[in-house]
């Protein structure tokens, strides 16, 4: 075996070696988690792209939905657990970028809340009296006859 004499490692290589070598985070944006949230963030344009959501969300939206779903399960702590949901989230991730899961899939599973909330518009005025109106509010139902 041969060695240096005198070989000093850059810092950034002592920095990597450290980082490897500690024990990695756990919980929300933590070792395995935090990559699996990078890999998806990088998927987000393509799945946009294919999925033609342009008129419906931009990919900036469409982050913070993926972020709001990570931080659902914030408090999970158990690396089992850890460890099927992104296992789970991988699946779903591929049916995406596999197109099993087609652009009306993504619209309601995911940007229902943000096109409702861009297309809420005021209700018209009614051209009805305002005994048919408060009539129309109101809980009477007719039953059926006997």
């Given at each position: 075996?041969?060695?240096?004499?005198?070989?000093?490692?850059?810092?950034?290589?002592?920095?990597?070696?450290?980082?490897?070598?500690?024990?990695?985070?756990?919980?929300?944006?933590?070792?395995?988690?935090?990559?699996?949230?990078?890999?998806?963030?990088?998927?987000?344009?393509?799945?946009?792209?294919?999925m033609r959501?342009?008129?419906?969300?931009?990919?900036?939206?469409?982050?913070?939905?993926?972020?709001?779903?990570?931080?659902?399960?914030?408090?999970?702590?158990?690396?089992?657990?850890?460890?099927?949901?992104?296992?789970?989230?991988?699946?779903?991730l591929?049916?995406?970028l596999?197109?099993h899961?087609?652009?009306?899939?993504?619209?309601?599973?995911?940007?229902?809340?943000?096109?409702?909330?861009?297309?809420?518009?005021?209700?018209?005025?009614?051209?009805?009296?305002?005994?048919?109106?408060?009539?129309?509010?109101?809980?009477?139902?007719?039953?059926?006859?006997?």
């Amino acid at each position: 075996m041969t060695t240096t004499i005198g070989f000093i490692p850059s810092r950034l290589a002592q920095l990597s070696q450290q980082a490897a070598t500690e024990a990695p985070r756990q919980g929300l944006f933590g070792g395995k988690t935090r990559q699996f949230y990078l890999e998806v963030c990088r998927c987000v344009p393509f799945i946009h792209r294919t999925m033609r959501l342009e008129e419906l969300a931009t990919v900036r939206e469409i982050r913070a939905i993926v972020k709001e779903k990570f931080k659902e399960h914030k408090d999970v702590t158990d690396p089992r657990v850890i460890d099927m949901l992104i296992f789970k989230g991988r699946e779903e991730l591929e049916t995406y970028l596999t197109m099993h899961k087609q652009r009306h899939h993504a619209i309601t599973e995911y940007l229902d809340p943000i096109v409702k909330k861009k297309t809420t518009f005021p209700k018209p005025p009614s051209n009805n009296s305002a005994f048919l109106d408060s009539f129309l509010k109101s809980s009477y139902h007719i039953s059926p006859g006997p």
